[in-house]
């Protein structure tokens, strides 16, 4: 009757099943990544001790922009995509592990490699302006207080956000 819905009959109703979840917990998330980025970072021959400390950091960071996107991104009539799930904070790591063990990583580019996952991830589905600024601004405040011990290493790895298409073409 109302925005497209249209009446769903009992006798219908009972040939499936309603499942319900809940959200998972943020330590559940953390073990489960942290144990996935751990593995993934002990593969790396060359790997240095400042490397394999990015695993804690790099992970609690992650859960926070998940969750930060979950909070301030919501979706509306306008903005239905903006349905943010568990699958996004996965594609993340798994953008991330896509590297080969065989190349030599120092700690800018990996952080240079979340920070362009995250965008990758959560970033290409914003329509306006103020959102993809809003999202600058979640990441480089992210990477600034996650990463503070790194610092010379987050100054390379600046966010970059570059208009593809000009508004007058």
Not at 60 to 86: C, E, G, W
Not at 107 to 131: A, M, P
């Amino acid at each position: 009757p109302g925005g497209g819905r249209n009446h769903v009959s009992a006798r219908f109703y009972r040939h499936f099943n309603v499942i319900g979840c809940t959200q998972m917990q943020h330590e559940s998330m953390d073990l489960i990544f942290a144990t996935i980025f751990h593995n993934f970072l002990a593969k790396f021959t060359l790997a240095s001790e400042d490397l394999q400390g990015l695993c804690e950091p790099l992970v609690a960071a992650s859960i926070d922009v998940y969750t930060t996107m979950l909070r301030d991104m919501r979706p509306t009539p306008a903005k239905s995509h903006y349905q943010f799930n568990l699958r996004d904070l996965s594609n993340v790591f798994q953008g991330i592990c896509m590297v080969s063990p065989r190349a030599r990583l120092n700690v800018g580019q990996v952080i240079r490699l979340w920070q362009h996952e995250c965008t990758r991830v959560f970033s290409d589905r914003l329509v306006n302006e103020t959102d993809n600024q809003n999202w600058v601004d979640i990441l480089t405040n992210r990477t600034k207080s996650t990463f503070k011990e790194y610092d010379a290493e987050v100054k390379e790895a600046s966010v970059i956000k570059k208009k593809v298409v000009d508004k007058e073409s």
